[in-house]
């Protein structure tokens, strides 16, 4: 019999896809330890479309990244400390970043509106003291006054200056300052720029000399960067300047790597954690000694890597129509829901997903299918990049009986873009944890949607 299993890429470490797997049923199903979910049974439940956000998943990566960074650093002899920060953008859900903060991350915010929330926590005294916060994004007015209110007010933040304005805006800001630098290195990633607007030159910053509680270097060169060594091409660059700025600015110890992992989403491999982790380390560590300079610590803000797979987008197909003849694809499945406004980035830059059935899933027929979405738009579709996906015909089902496909790793960035072209409701949100499953967010009323338009 065919290794469906193999087949959908489940129970794969490489396409973090270990906790997923198929019953005898065909259906898939998730694993949290020894409770196990039914995604189709959810799915008709919760009348999807539903996503299904998986907090244990955040948290495994996210101890599992920290072992890496201790392992190697025993190993190599790093003696610089690393600190994970989670960046908000990425997934600002309550019930995304309250579970990474208990397992030890700290945050990092781009906007007013994000410190904002980490404002309601802090005076609420649900975060612990230590936790530390760097504020990227333009430093508007009301950005610095609340970055100033909750230094005084005890909370560890560091603005991040990205370019001459802020810094004189920030010049008599008395805590611990970053500065970002906008790298000469270019990276192989889908969001790749020739010109970069964010942070200032290796010139500009050395040319500032003394910059008062000078804390961090900070870069981000992409996100979803596709090369392991283009990550430690870009660390080589900034710790030149690291060195430098170190002359005149002794309080300087730590260098932020920003984000920029990739998720393997395109179902093809990539770097590992453990290599990536290994070769930035010891890049470090030789560096540092052949300057002749301690090991600066090391923050990465990697959102995509810990987030993207803690989530999954479960969407009804409601009904098939023929796709006319000559086309790689046969079929149109359309989706009780839609790509341009749950998954915007299918649409914004074309982003190619994971996606499997959600029942059927051994069937031996299936149809070569394009998705498309319950918006009025023909942009409003999957082709997977004009190539087709292989999913179960509908004409086998049971009377009575619907069709799920199940969009994996959508945990990062897809919430706060998501949109409501055609009023369409945003899907149910649940979150299975401890083997229980809570409504995090139900789907929206004609009227809740209506609210939003001010009717
Ligand atoms: C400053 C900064 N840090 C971290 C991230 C997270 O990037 P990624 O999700 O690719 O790791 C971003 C994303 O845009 C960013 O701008």
């Given at each position: 019999?065919?290794?469906?299993?193999?087949?959908?890429?489940?129970?794969?470490?490489?396409?973090?896809?270990?906790?997923?797997?198929?019953?005898?049923?065909?259906?898939?199903?998730?694993?949290?330890?020894?409770?196990?979910?039914?995604?189709?049974?959810?799915?008709?439940?919760?009348?999807?479309?539903?996503?299904?956000?998986?907090?244990?998943?955040?948290?495994?990566?996210?101890?599992?990244?920290?072992?890496?960074?201790?392992?190697?650093?025993?190993?190599?002899?790093?003696?610089?400390?690393?600190?994970?920060?989670?960046?908000?953008?990425?997934?600002?859900?309550?019930e995304c970043v309250l579970p990474l903060v208990a397992e030890g991350s700290?945050?990092?915010?781009?906007?007013?509106?994000?410190?904002?929330?980490?404002?309601?926590?802090?005076?609420?005294?649900?975060?612990?003291?230590?936790?530390?916060?760097?504020?990227?994004?333009?430093?508007?007015?009301?950005?610095?006054?609340?970055?100033?209110?909750?230094?005084?007010?005890?909370?560890?933040?560091?603005?991040?200056?990205?370019?001459?304005?802020?810094?004189?805006?920030?010049?008599?800001?008395?805590?611990?300052?970053?500065?970002?630098?906008?790298?000469?290195?270019?990276?192989?990633?889908?969001?790749?720029?020739?010109?970069?607007?964010?942070?200032?030159?290796?010139?500009?910053?050395?040319?500032?000399?003394?910059?008062?509680?000078?804390?961090?270097?900070?870069?981000?060169?992409?996100?979803?960067?596709?090369?392991?060594?283009?990550?430690?091409?870009?660390?080589?660059?900034?710790?030149?300047?690291?060195?430098?700025?170190?002359?005149?600015?002794?309080?300087?110890?730590?260098?932020?790597?920003?984000?920029?992992?990739?998720?393997?989403?395109?179902?093809?491999?990539?770097?590992?954690?453990?290599?990536?982790?290994?070769?930035?380390?010891?890049?470090?560590?030789?560096?540092?000694?052949?300057?002749?300079?301690?090991?600066?610590?090391?923050?990465?803000?990697?959102?995509?890597?810990?987030?993207?797979?803690?989530?999954?987008?479960?969407?009804?197909?409601?009904?098939?129509?023929?796709?006319?003849?000559?086309?790689?694809?046969?079929?149109?499945?359309?989706?009780?829901?839609?790509?341009?406004?749950?998954?915007?980035?299918?649409?914004?830059?074309?982003?190619?997903?994971?996606?499997?059935?959600?029942?059927?899933?051994?069937?031996?027929?299936?149809?070569?299918?394009w998705l498309v979405g319950l918006t009025c738009d023909s942009d409003d579709?999957?082709?997977?990049?004009?190539?087709?996906?292989?999913?179960?015909?509908?004409?086998?089902?049971?009377?009575?009986?619907?069709?799920?496909?199940?969009?994996?790793?959508?945990?990062?960035?897809?919430?706060?873009?998501?949109?409501?072209?055609?009023?369409?409701?945003?899907?149910?949100?649940?979150?299975?944890?401890?083997?229980?499953?809570?409504?995090?967010?139900?789907?929206?009323?004609?009227?809740?949607?209506?609210?939003?338009?001010?009717?």
């Amino acid at each position: 019999m065919k290794n469906f299993k193999k087949f959908w890429k489940l129970g794969r470490k490489d396409f973090n896809t270990e906790h997923f797997d198929i019953n005898d049923d065909g259906e898939l199903i998730i694993r949290e330890g020894n409770y196990q979910y039914n995604v189709y049974d959810l799915a008709r439940k919760f009348n999807a479309s539903i996503e299904i956000f998986l907090p244990f998943i955040l948290e495994e990566r996210l101890r599992h990244l920290q072992e890496v960074f201790s392992d190697n650093s025993k190993k190599l002899g790093y003696k610089g400390k690393f600190t994970y920060h989670f960046p908000m953008k990425v997934n600002q859900n309550k019930e995304c970043v309250l579970p990474l903060v208990a397992e030890g991350s700290h945050l990092e915010v781009s906007s007013a509106n994000e410190l904002w929330l980490v404002k309601k926590l802090w005076e609420g005294e649900s975060f612990h003291s230590k936790i530390r916060v760097i504020c990227n994004g333009p430093k508007t007015p009301p950005y610095i006054r609340l970055i100033e209110q909750l230094r005084n007010n005890g909370l560890a933040i560091v603005p991040i200056v990205e370019d001459l304005h802020e810094m004189e805006l920030l010049k008599d800001y008395k805590g611990d300052l970053g500065v970002r630098i906008n790298l000469q290195s270019k990276v192989k990633a889908h969001w790749d720029k020739k010109v970069d607007r964010f942070g200032l030159n290796a010139d500009e910053i050395l040319e500032l000399g003394k910059i008062r509680n000078l804390k961090i270097l900070h870069y981000h060169i992409s996100s979803q960067v596709e090369k392991e060594s283009d990550m430690v091409i870009v660390l080589r660059e900034a710790f030149d300047t690291y060195v430098k700025l170190r002359r005149k600015n002794p309080s300087i110890d730590t260098i932020d790597i920003g984000g920029g992992f990739a998720i393997p989403y395109e179902e093809k491999k990539l770097y590992s954690i453990e290599s990536v982790v290994k070769k930035l380390l010891s890049s470090l560590c030789e560096m540092s000694d052949l300057a002749g300079i301690p090991h600066p610590n090391l923050i990465a803000e990697w959102g995509r890597y810990i987030a993207a797979p803690a989530q999954m987008t479960v969407f009804k197909v409601v009904t098939a129509k023929p796709i006319p003849q000559g086309i790689t694809a046969k079929q149109w499945y359309v989706i009780d829901g839609s790509f341009m406004n749950d998954l915007l980035d299918t649409w914004a830059i074309h982003q190619k997903w994971h996606i499997v059935p959600a029942n059927q899933m051994k069937a031996a027929k299936k149809h070569r299918v394009w998705l498309v979405g319950l918006t009025c738009d023909s942009d409003d579709k999957y082709t997977a990049s004009d190539g087709y996906l292989l999913m179960p015909r509908l004409e086998d089902l049971s009377p009575g009986d619907d069709q799920f496909v199940a969009v994996l790793d959508t945990g990062a960035y897809e919430d706060a873009l998501a949109a409501h072209h055609c009023l369409l409701s945003s899907p149910t949100k649940i979150v299975l944890q401890n083997g229980l499953v809570t409504v995090a967010r139900r789907r929206e009323t004609p009227d809740d949607v209506g609210k939003l338009f001010g009717w």
